[in-house]
């Protein structure tokens, strides 16, 4: 009963709706993070359109055939485009966070300057 009891005195309360709120809130982005978000949820509907696009051919005619029979929706482009997107908006969402640290450093080091 010594591991229940254990658990009973380490396990911490969910976070509370307000809570979760209010840190979310407090977030700024500036303009290279709002990019970054702007182009993934583009680049998330352009993969799915590249993958109906770029479909794949189910079944054709005969063997070797450049006629298809039955197309269907490629996943791999679309999965392909979702993944260089997120990679692309990752690095520019990155480069948005250091340019926010950097602000911050400059600011507190103008404080100790005055």
């Known amino acids: ?26 977030q700024t982005f500036n303009f290279y993070q709002k990019l970054a978000i702007g182009l993934f949820v583009l680049i998330f509907f352009l993969g799915i359109f590249f993958g109906n696009l770029f479909a794949t051919c189910q079944a054709s005619a005969y063997f070797y055939s450049d006629e298809c029979m039955v197309t269907q929706f490629n996943f791999a482009v679309m999965i392909l485009v979702w993944f260089c997107g997120f990679l692309l908006s990752t690095f520019i969402y990155a480069i948005g966070q250091i340019i926010e640290y950097l602000h911050n450093i400059d600011e507190k080091l103008g404080k100790y300057k005055q």
């Open 1 to 26: 009963m010594e591991f229940f009891e254990e658990i009973q005195q380490l396990k911490k309360d969910f976070p509370k709706g307000n809570d979760i709120s209010n840190e979310i809130n407090r």
